[in-house]
């Protein structure tokens, strides 16, 4: 069994990676820069990720048109990365359907490499300020992918950790022994994480009700 893993060298996806590896006879790395702030340190930790884990293939790509239409905090000059707030609403960072774009890739990569499967770590409950990390999106995505791909051709959507909360996205990857320190998951900063912006919050509170040190350093830890 062939697996992508789409592994943007965020928390949730190298907690995809490492499930992964352990179900798929190989895996493939998928790293996609859309121009947002951090790409050059999401790189670096995927680089490493790669180095870990060792797959059968990498494929590393871009899509920072997604840039030139902004509407992100993560790729919009114009629109500043705020602290985290307590709030239901889509959030400046979400980057608008973006997770079609990366998995319409992947998919475009199983035809070719014949992969079973593409792993995706999207969270349910980032779902209220990220509407592409819904299951229900991906339920219908992959109605496209059965509808879009020739009638031998079967690829799944594996989304590991749709269900889990972060603390146990954290204690799942301890368990897998995933190396934490390789990825990153700060909006604003490519060598010290801010501590301040949405994703460190969420992510610094998750490592401590998990009762485990987040190994990455902070400029504050809140």
């Known amino acids: 069994m062939k697996g992508i893993i789409l592994l943007s060298g965020g928390m949730d996806s190298l907690v995809t990676a490492a499930i992964a590896a352990g179900e798929c006879e190989e895996i493939y790395f998928l790293h996609v820069n859309y121009g947002q702030n951090t790409q050059q340190k999401e790189l670096e930790c995927f680089n490493k990720l790669v180095i870990h884990y060792q797959p059968a293939g ?39 359907f973006r997770n079609a774009h990366l998995l319409a890739i992947a998919v475009s990569w199983a035809e070719v490499i014949h992969a079973d499967q593409i792993y995706i770590g999207a969270v349910e409950e980032d779902s209220s300020g990220y509407p592409d990390c819904r299951e229900s999106f991906y339920n219908a995505f992959q109605k496209a992918i059965n509808l879009g791909t020739a009638d031998d051709t079967k690829i799944e959507i594996i989304t590991p950790v749709i269900h889990l909360t972060k603390p146990e996205i954290i204690r799942k990857g301890i368990e897998l022994k995933a190396p934490f320190e390789f990825s990153w998951s700060c909006y604003r900063e490519n060598e010290i994480a801010c501590g301040t912006c949405d994703s460190c919050v969420l992510r610094l509170q998750a490592f401590k009700k998990a009762g485990i040190e987040d190994p990455l350093p902070y400029k504050v830890r809140l």
């Not at 905090?73 to 114009?78: A, F, M, R």
């Open 58 to 96: 990498t494929l590393v790509t871009s899509i920072d048109y997604l840039r030139q239409i902004g509407g992100s905090s993560l790729t919009d000059d114009d629109i500043a990365v705020t602290d985290h707030q307590n709030t239901d609403q889509i959030t400046s960072s979400y980057v608008p």
